[in-house]
């Protein structure tokens, strides 16, 4: 049993990395491929001009700045429209996706939002025009609704004692940011010397292997477990939920900066610090690794002083809030470099400790299954991703770069004294985060009785 949920953690994270790559690997490949669908200059294929496939672009705004210079603003809202249908569809099929996973279980929503995303994978290699694109990315959020929800809930299902749910939740977190930072370079190293379908093939294939994994581990329906669980609380319960609500919340703001700056930092730089075309590509590499440094001190954190988890998302929060203010105020590449890295810890710090929490909150509040409230966490990243690309450009035009960072920090800086609200509830951690029935005490609720039965088994 213990190798299997290893190797199901496995499956979760190659499905996540697919995921986010699949969302990344656009960004250098995109401005030349609708190009040549309106035949403005561009080709579609591996002899496309060197301004549309990035060598080694880590963000998303690449795509603003990399655009044919023809472009009309109607064609910019195009694209803007085409990166947020993703979140948007995500985060209206992400209440159904998280009920139903409650109802029938992890495995077959994940092996189905891997079937979509293989579906959406192809369609992406052999789109010839907006509208299929525009398909494409929308079918990427719903196969994402059902398997970041599925795979990250599965996780917390099967490490359900800390500190190992913290450190395999942290496991998934960076192998998020990984996917985020490999894509760019990879689509635009395939896009320039094998064609523009190879990278998303790649993609396909992989993902198609990582579904034939699941079968072979957790056969959807295998087994009559799922039968005997007790029904998850409805998500509408659990979104009134004060302290579910806090840490949505936080979630949602600790990833607006990320968001919103990814469509617009590009353009800011090269306005205000005359930056070159590898500079923007690289502006956020660097950001990688404070990301992966955050999630592995947090989860150390967390094994050593669990019950202060609210404080590292509180401190995270201020670190976020801090570097977005300073953005603005650097004047070349390499003092850039350091806001940026902080924004991306601190997101780390957030993700790390407030995900694991979100588990726990189920488990001391409600009914231990966690569909229902990774849906409720996917649609606080969605707020920020949905809003990002189409918004944000609106309040730099007419607010500036510098207004936008202000309120963004301020907003960090606010909300992080908020998470104090959870300082009672994480103080239960030490007693109950393992949930051992068989201590002191008989049996609480139909999950505490299937558990100890399991346990005597």
Not at 23 to 34: E, G, H, L, T, W
Not at 92 to 121: C, H, K, M, Q, W
Not at 159 to 172: H, M, N, V
Request: aromatic residues 8%; charged residues 10%.
């Amino acid at each position: 049993a213990r190798r299997q949920r290893r190797l199901l953690l496995g499956v979760v994270c190659v499905a996540l990395l697919l995921d986010n790559m699949l969302y990344m690997v656009i960004v250098p490949i995109i401005p030349d491929y609708i190009a040549a669908m309106r035949g403005g200059g561009g080709t579609a294929g591996p002899s496309a001009p060197a301004g549309g496939n990035g060598s080694g672009g880590g963000n998303r705004s690449l795509l603003p700045a990399r655009y044919p210079p023809a472009t009309g603003s109607n064609e910019d809202v195009q694209i803007g429209v085409l990166f947020a249908s993703k979140a948007m569809l995500q985060l209206l099929v992400n209440p159904l996706s998280g009920t139903l996973i409650d109802r029938v279980g992890y495995e077959a929503p994940l092996l189905a939002g891997l079937g979509i995303l293989f579906l959406s994978t192809t369609t992406f290699a052999f789109a010839e025009n907006y509208a299929t694109l525009f398909a494409a990315r929308s079918l990427q959020g719903l196969g994402s609704a059902f398997a970041d929800t599925a795979g990250i809930a599965l996780i917390a299902d099967r490490y359900a004692e800390e500190p190992a749910r913290s450190r395999a939740l942290g496991t998934a977190l960076a192998c998020i940011s990984f996917g985020s930072l490999a894509a760019p370079p990879f689509g635009g190293v395939l896009y320039e010397f094998a064609g523009k379908r190879v990278p998303f093939l790649v993609l396909a294939c992989v993902c198609l292997l990582d579904g034939l994994l699941l079968l072979v581990l957790a056969p959807p329906g295998g087994t009559g477990a799922r039968a005997n669980m007790p029904v998850g609380t409805p998500i509408h319960r659990l979104m009134i939920d004060p302290y579910i609500a806090v840490v949505a919340g936080a979630l949602a703001t600790c990833n607006i900066p990320l968001a919103f700056l990814e469509p617009t930092i590009a353009n800011w730089m090269k306005d205000s610090m005359g930056a070159s075309e590898w500079e923007v590509g690289l502006t956020w590499l660097p950001a990688f690794f404070p990301h992966v440094l955050g999630v592995y001190v947090t989860v150390q954190l967390a094994a050593a002083y669990p019950h202060l988890q609210w404080f590292y998302g509180a401190l995270g929060m201020a670190i976020i809030g801090a570097s977005s203010c300073l953005v603005p105020a650097c004047r070349n590449f390499g003092q850039v470099i350091i806001p940026l890295c902080g924004i991306c810890f601190g997101i780390a710090l957030v993700d790390t400790a407030l995900l694991p929490t979100l588990a726990f909150l189920v488990d001391v509040r409600h009914v231990s299954v966690y569909g229902s409230v990774y849906a409720i966490a996917d649609i606080s990243y969605c707020v920020a991703y949905a809003l990002g690309p189409i918004v944000a450009g609106q309040i730099v035009h007419t607010m500036g770069f510098a207004q936008l960072n202000l309120g963004m920090g301020l907003a960090n800086v606010l909300y992080a004294p908020v998470l104090l609200f959870l300082k009672n509830v994480c103080q239960m951690k030490p007693s109950h985060s393992e949930r051992n029935i068989l201590l002191e005490e008989g049996p609480k609720g139909l999950y505490d009785t299937i558990k100890m039965e399991e346990r005597k088994g």
